[in-house]
């Protein structure tokens, strides 16, 4: 069987670089972490969430204008957690399926693979250094 040499030295493998196993796996690691990370952050902040609002429902009645607006403002700031976790949480599992895929963490302009270094600090990176700087060069 000589189909998956022949998939593998196939055209278009030069004109874009390839990642390397290691890398795609080091990069699984990473993207794994922070979804393990962002899930346990969520669901304290989920608790917590659900804290105020027994907390809300528990004091309703004795409260004065002032303590009631503070905790409103104490429950806005927990939903928007958890949605900006959740969110961000979204984008690492996205991440993931895009990895197995083959489609995650090349560069959308020149497709040559964004390094992990990159990646590491913007996992949500879709162009490389040098892309980016372009295209901020000529935004400004
Ligand atoms: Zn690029």
Redesign the pocket.
């Known amino acids: 069987m000589l189909v998956n040499s022949a998939v593998i030295t196939g055209k278009g493998a030069d004109t874009a670089k390839v990642r390397s196993t290691d890398e795609i796996e080091q990069i699984r690691v990473l993207l794994q972490s922070r979804f393990d990370d962002l899930n346990a952050e969520y669901e304290q902040a989920v608790a917590e969430n659900h804290r105020l609002r027994l907390v809300e429902i528990g004091d309703a009645a004795g409260d004065d204008q002032a303590d009631s607006g503070s905790k409103t403002a104490e429950r806005d700031a927990a939903t928007s957690l958890l949605r900006t976790l959740l969110d961000r949480r979204t984008q690492a599992e996205t991440a993931m399926q895009r990895l197995d895929e083959g489609t995650y963490g090349n ?1 959308e ?4 693979p ?1 390094p992990v270094e990159r990646l590491e600090v913007f996992p949500s990176a879709t ?2 250094v ?2 980016k700087s372009n295209r901020e060069r000529r935004a400004g």
């Open positions: 560069c302009n020149c497709s040559n964004i162009t490389c040098h892309c």
